[in-house]
């Protein structure tokens, strides 16, 4: 193991992706793109 | 969880190609889809055994993470596992998870619970994180690695541990350590606490209070939300989020302390800004704002009830995939490398630690949301 310290830039990364994709596919979802008999 | 440490590490480049980050996220949905199969079938292939009932009471997250946990020990035997671990993206499903569930919480909900929650997590973290800090003292831990504890089991577990560990510029190995000891701890919680709250007799609220303030991890927490149930579940969202939103102000208060104490800057080098705190601000806790206002504005705006309804069920069933996906993750996530070399201090603080904050998150569960009413 290293000394080096750790940091969490990739945490906010992936914190901004959770919100884009939560959000698109809520969109999509409400929109009547995504219907409900297409998820198994 | 441990990969969460060495993921940004350069010299790991032989394991981290894209092509093991598809490879170890198709195992992910393999097992997600092979939880959703035992979920739906167990019941009827047991039915008329004396089985019956236990399989019918076994909720998903128990068929996730004990997948993950298989797929885990099957990986490791094949020398595949690290590789794949780029794929087991436990924060970001669970944060999508966490968006989409939003969209089922009523604002009115949300904001009622806010009052409560924000008192409950100033005075659940600050007891206990004083707590940790000190027995932590007592015991002799280093004290980038008391930081550390106090934020995974006061705030929420890894990601606040990664936060700490960025504000004290802790060490790979704290951190890897820090990471087992919230996921080894979280585990058996996940089935414990809903079992508690049954025999206590809790409300749906206070049940969701308890989980919210108490699991360390939020992956955890919707795991055993979703084993008390729904609205348990809403309650404990709620609660874990806005520890999750308070997790940037522990991280600056502990940045300014080291700053001060340990490095002994002067006071105008160790002051925060409001740029630093909203670096350290989890976002995916707006997403979750903005999916409940919207979730709102569209049921109280359709025509037709029943049909805005089934669109919002539609949504719960994505939401419940992701949730899914981050629980078989943290079964292949988990590792106890991190805690074999630290010795017995460090799990002694953490098992004290979860001990007080058992206790004090029910006893403030209970009066600050003893008399709430959900929807």
Redesign the interface.
């Known amino acids: 193991m290293s000394d080096e310290p750790a940091g969490r830039k990739l945490n906010i990364n992936e914190d901004w992706l959770a919100v884009i994709v939560g959000l698109a596919l809520l969109a999509l979802v409400l929109a009547g793109a995504i219907p409900g008999s297409v998820i198994p | 969880m441990t990969e969460?440490?060495t993921?940004?590490?350069p010299e790991k480049a032989p394991s981290s190609g894209i092509g093991y980050a598809v490879a170890g996220f198709l195992v992910v949905i393999a097992l997600g889809?092979a939880t959703?199969f035992l979920e739906a079938h167990v019941p009827q292939w047991s039915a008329g055994t004396p089985f019956a009932k236990v399989a019918k009471s076994i909720e998903f997250p128990i068929y996730a993470i004990a997948l993950g946990l298989i797929g885990n020990v099957a990986l490791t035997k094949l020398a595949l596992r690290d590789a794949l671990s780029r794929g087991f993206?436990t924060?970001?499903f669970i944060?999508?998870?966490?968006?989409?569930l939003?969209?089922s919480i009523n604002l009115k909900v949300l904001v009622t619970a806010a009052g409560p929650a924000i008192i409950q997590a100033l005075l659940l973290i600050s007891t206990v994180f004083g707590f940790t800090w000190w027995l932590g003292g007592r015991l002799g831990l280093e004290d980038k690695l008391r930081a550390l504890l106090a934020s995974a089991v006061s705030i929420c577990g890894v990601?606040a541990a990664?936060?700490a560990?960025?504000a004290v510029?802790?060490?790979?190995?704290?951190?890897?350590y820090a990471a087992s000891l919230v996921i080894a701890f979280a585990l058996p919680s996940i089935f414990l606490l809903p079992w508690l709250a049954d025999v206590f007799n809790l409300s749906d609220a206070v049940a969701g209070a308890w989980i919210g303030g108490n699991i360390d991890t939020t992956a955890a927490v919707a795991a055993s939300g979703a084993i008390a149930g729904e609205n348990a579940l809403q309650i404990a969202t709620i609660v874990k989020t806005t520890q999750n939103a308070l997790i940037g102000v522990v991280a600056i208060g502990l940045t300014a302390y080291f700053a001060l104490k340990i490095e002994r800057k002067s006071a105008d080098e160790a002051r925060p800004t409001i740029g630093q705190f909203w670096?350290r601000f989890?976002?995916?806790v707006?997403?979750f704002i903005?999916?409940s206002i919207?979730?709102t504005l569209?049921v109280q705006w359709a025509a037709d009830a029943k049909g805005a309804a089934?669109?919002i069920?539609?949504?719960n069933?994505?939401r419940t995939?992701f949730l899914i996906f981050a629980f078989v993750s943290i079964g292949l996530e988990f590792s106890l490398k991190g805690l074999r070399e630290a010795g017995w201090r460090p799990i002694a603080v953490f098992a004290s630690a979860t001990v007080v904050n058992i206790v004090v998150a029910l006893g403030l569960a209970t009066v600050l949301f003893g008399n709430f009413q959900i929807g």
């Open positions: 969460q440490t993921q940004e590490t889809a959703r993206r924060e970001f944060k999508t998870g966490l968006v989409l939003g969209a990601s990664i936060a560990a960025g510029q802790a060490k790979r190995e704290q951190l890897a670096e989890p976002k995916f707006l997403g903005a999916a919207i979730g569209y089934a669109t069920a539609t949504v069933d994505l995939w």
